[in-house]
């Protein structure tokens, strides 16, 4: 194992983290996947009119787009999960919380973007961490962003009902400052991403780099020749009057 230099995690335990999250990475995709949530053959139409680009590009965009979405997931895995590493009181609970730490009575949703939730998903969230408070008046709730606008440990302000809303042990707290709260390093963020990407390159000199496998065009082209013809019966081939679709240049 080689050493990585952090104090807050063993050398061990971050190998293995990054291990199991690069394996979670996807890189398989084919037909049925690629539908799993409906393909818009009319948007597909759209983009490849609007932006001069072949069916075939726009496709592939699409599949990377898919990708990323799945793999983006699988970050927040990473950032979820790191906590029960770095400290024995925080716990992944299988529902409820992202992290609590039963110890500290703290519970937190991560967030990646600040611009994540939208004006309902906010307030259903304060919601649910105004309750905890109402359970126990000790407990401490925090949405933390991974992507903050700004290092912050501020209160979290919110509008209900036309009236704004803070409390002091509803937090919004950016990653750095989380990763200060947890560790007791006020720079222990920054010094795991410095090493990150060395432990992300010896994971993949162990497990190999794997090529994506990709048989979308080809079970498209089994449909038929014409590729917009196949999205379209792909999405629509139940639709009246489909059984004789013809796509007209």
């Not at 994506?212 to 449909?223: H, R």
């Not at 590729?227 to 081939?237: A, Q, R, T």
Request: charged share 30%.
């Amino acid at each position: 194992m080689k050493g990585y230099s952090l104090n807050f995690i063993s050398d061990e335990d971050l190998y293995n983290h990054v291990k199991e999250t690069v394996q979670k990475y996807r890189f398989k995709i084919d037909l049925k996947k690629f539908n799993k949530n409906l393909i818009d053959p009319i948007k597909l139409t759209f983009d490849a009119r609007v932006y001069q680009k072949s069916l075939e590009e726009i496709i592939e965009s699409e599949i990377i787009r898919q990708m990323d979405k799945s793999n983006t997931n699988h970050i927040g895995y990473f950032h979820q999960n790191i906590f029960k590493y770095i400290s024995s009181e925080w716990e992944v609970p299988p529902q409820g919380f992202d992290l609590i730490n039963p110890v500290k009575k703290i519970y937190v949703e991560m967030k990646n973007k600040h611009n994540t939730m939208n004006s309902s998903s906010s307030q259903k969230l304060y919601m649910k961490m105004q309750q905890k408070l109402i359970e126990d008046a000790q407990n401490r709730c925090m949405p933390v962003e991974i992507i903050a606008k700004k290092s912050q440990n501020i209160p979290w302000r919110i509008t209900l009902d036309g009236k704004v809303y803070a409390h002091e042990y509803i937090r919004r707290v950016s990653i750095d400052q989380f990763y200060e709260l947890v560790t007791g390093e006020k720079e222990s963020f920054k010094a795991l991403c410095e090493v990150l990407p060395k432990v992300i390159d010896d994971v993949i000199v162990e497990i190999g780099n794997e090529t994506v496998q990709n048989s979308v065009l080809q079970e498209l082209q089994e449909i038929s020749p014409h590729l917009l013809k196949s999205l379209y019966l792909l999405s629509f081939g139940k639709y009246e009057g489909f059984d004789h679709f013809t796509i007209r240049d």
